[in-house]
């Protein structure tokens, strides 16, 4: 499980001039539970938006077609910080306080605990779903990640190889294979689902620092760097990095972050008020739609895009969950 070999043709860097194209329309519904950090929605199959208030303790969810919102009360301590929704419209959620993962079945209320098996495992932060149904997920200050097979309650923990990794984001690639983010130093790594070894990934400058990741369809493995303010992608094939300045600069600070339907990645800058939500097509190799949270965003953590109807979903720090219409922002043509 040492760092894998890195083999560079050359650090491709990109200053090209950034094209923006019109704004994307987002919309935002104040969140009625004041000062509870609402974050990290997830559309299910009745196209509700679900979401925890992570400083409020609870989960809930919008109905965008009436502005109605229902509130589902969760053990003191929780603290949930993501969520994620099955077929069965099951709701997961990472108990981050209190380290466990928590199911809720919306219909009765009923809430279903899997604590983590060894008790250093205290923080569970993001889950995200392969393609067998089972879930994935990192734990940032205990520095391990695991997987939960949902049909059994199974637990496994791996400890991160390098210390004060500090696991983040994580994405699952057509492989099965999970990504993620290793935000205290600066490698990305990956999980062997058979074996569940680790193989870690250095990022060429290593004052980078990244937060969240993206797959595109191609396999590649892009990530938004926090300290530097660069998206950067790196290709598993050659182990070849290439990176693009964001148009905030060097103190744009992106955080969330997504892929569409047409491979395109976008993500926020949190580094300015309002944030502001910025488009990057791989294809063209360009920056474009470039446009301010309405609400001022204060920090936009995660994202989720429904392909359903090309629309991103996010959770803002001034209290209100958001919907980007990303499908209508048409990129620049390639030059």
Not at 60 to 76: H, M, N, Q, S, V
Not at 193 to 218: F, G, M, Q, W
């Amino acid at each position: 499980m040492n760092s894998t070999a890195l083999v560079f043709s050359a650090l491709a860097l990109s200053f090209a001039p950034v094209q923006l194209a019109a704004q994307v329309p987002i919309k935002e519904w104040p969140v009625p539970y004041a000062d509870s950090r609402p974050r990290d929605p997830y559309v299910d199959g009745k196209t509700r938006v679900w979401f925890v208030g992570q400083k409020g303790n609870y989960i809930a969810y919008l109905d965008p077609a009436t502005g109605k919102f229902r509130r589902y009360e969760i053990e003191d301590g929780a603290l949930p910080h993501n969520l994620i929704v099955d077929r069965k419209d099951m709701v997961w959620y990472a108990g981050n306080g209190n380290g466990h993962i928590g199911k809720l079945e919306p219909a009765t209320g009923k809430i279903t605990r899997y604590p983590m098996p060894n008790a250093d495992a205290r923080d569970p932060h993001t889950l995200i779903f392969d393609g067998k149904g089972d879930i994935w997920f990192t734990a940032q200050q205990s520095n391990y990640v695991g997987r939960l097979r949902t049909a059994t309650g199974k637990v496994d923990l791996i400890q991160v190889p390098s210390p004060n990794a500090r696991p983040y984001g994580i994405e699952v690639d057509s492989k099965g294979r999970p990504w993620f983010n290793e935000f205290g130093n600066e490698k990305i790594a990956m999980i062997d689902p058979a074996t569940l070894k680790i193989t870690e990934y250095s990022v060429p400058n290593d004052r980078s620092r990244t937060r969240r990741i993206a797959i595109t369809s191609d396999d590649r493995i892009w990530y938004v760097d926090y300290t530097r303010g660069y998206l950067g992608r790196l290709d598993p094939a050659s182990k070849e990095f290439k990176e693009w300045a964001l148009p905030g600069g060097a103190g744009a600070l992106p955080y969330a972050m997504a892929r569409d339907s047409r491979d395109r990645l976008w993500m926020v800058e949190t580094g300015s008020q309002p944030n502001r939500m910025v488009g990057f097509d791989p294809k063209t190799e360009k920056f474009f739609a470039n446009t301010p949270v309405p609400s001022g965003g204060g920090t936009v953590r995660h994202m989720m895009y429904d392909k359903r109807t090309g629309q991103i979903w996010f959770g803002t720090d001034n209290n209100t969950i958001g919907r980007a219409t990303v499908d209508k922002a048409d990129p620049p043509p390639a030059s």
